[in-house]
């Protein structure tokens, strides 16, 4: 097949009206809701655009032409980490409540393309304004990417469809944080628990954890991989802890990080005395266990709040799509290594 007929045979998408309009996808998603921060003109050139491409509203851009739903819909994925659930559950629903938008949940038990799919299909058909998606995009189909164009869509993790915007931390950038602040401390290899491969989060933390010691001339060890939950971490931890070289341990989550301090206590290695422990999310907890958790911070709330403030405003709401530097809370769980 050509690509023009490719072109001839494809359902035109929001960009395409963009392109013919002469504005932006935004402008087009503003202009289709009836905006008041949409001129005349440009709303006029939009619909001449969307009648000149025979572009077809769905579910969701019908209820956009004739009255917003004040709906967002959020994805989360049932397996996740629970405090992270939680509070960018929590972020959104008061973000959209002080906005009175409603919040459609669509929880997917497994990271699976399919299951994506038809949670994003049926946040469509029940019409919401906008989407947030905090759940990794191992692998991205024609109508996720359909979905995503035609309604407002931010994700959470650093990954994304052609247009979603997203927000939260540069997770490769983690991994390197999380691994300079212990070789910063004297320690000459670094261990990591990681996350499930499948999450991009987990490989990208994992990246950043080798190429931090690449660039220090120390060949990584094999990760051990966990799945998020503290009984991971205590798994693997029991096999760290039998390892007497080990003076410092990276995990990919706080809660895998406790889960490693509980193995090393119970085989009677001291945190931080005789390892060293850092890890990422920053969660409530982690500045209240024992020892108080070194840990690269993810503000889950905040991004969860800004992802609808995105969504239904953009830069007229004075957020922007980002990815941001990666900071480190610096706490009791991570010393020099013990002399010997």
């Known amino acids: 097949m050509t690509e023009g007929s490719a072109r ?58 004739s009255g917003r739903s004040h709906t967002i819909g959020l994805v989360l994925l049932r397996s996740g980490g629970y405090y992270s659930r939680s509070a960018v559950t929590a972020g959104v629903e008061a973000a959209a409540d002080e906005a009175r938008y409603a919040v459609t949940i669509a929880t997917i038990s497994a990271l699976d393309t399919g299951l994506m799919e038809r949670s994003l299909s049926k946040l469509a058909d029940q019409g919401v304004d906008g989407i947030v998606i905090a759940v990794p995009l191992i692998s991205v189909t024609q109508r996720m990417e359909d979905i995503t164009r035609n309604i407002p869509t931010v994700t959470l993790d650093g990954s994304r469809t052609a247009g979603a915007r997203v927000l939260g931390i540069d997770q490769r950038e983690a991994g390197r944080v999380a691994t300079q602040h212990l070789l910063d401390l004297g320690h000459r290899q670094v261990w990591h628990v990681s996350g499930p491969d499948e999450w991009i989060e987990a490989r990208r933390r994992r990246e950043g954890w080798q190429e931090c010691l690449a660039a220090a001339g120390i060949q990584a060890p094999p990760p051990l991989e966990g799945d998020w939950s503290p009984d991971s971490g205590h798994r693997q931890g029991q096999i760290l802890a039998m390892i ?26 001291s945190v931080p005395d005789d390892v060293s422990i850092v890890s990422v999310d920053d969660i409530a907890l982690a500045a209240y266990c024992s020892p108080p958790l ?16 995105l969504l239904l405003g953009g830069a007229d709401a004075g957020v922007e799509e980002s990815v941001a530097s990666a900071s480190l809370s610096v706490r009791g769980s991570t010393a020099p290594p013990r002399l010997p």
Not at 23 to 29: C, G, H, I, K, L
């Open 8 to 65: 001839s045979t494809r359902q035109p998408s929001m960009a395409d009206v963009a392109r013919t309009a002469g504005v932006s996808a935004q402008t087009v998603s503003r202009a289709l809701r009836g905006s008041p921060n949409v001129n005349p003109e440009t709303s006029r050139r939009v619909r001449a655009a969307v009648q000149q491409l025979g572009y077809q509203f769905n579910n969701a851009a019908r209820s956009l032409s």
């Open 294 to 309: 070194t840990t690269v911070r993810q503000d889950f709330y905040r991004y969860g709040a800004a992802a609808v403030a």
């Open 244 to 269: 007497p070289d080990v003076t410092a341990v990276f995990a990919a989550s706080d809660e895998m990080a406790f889960g490693v301090i509980r193995a090393l206590r119970e085989r009677g290695r």
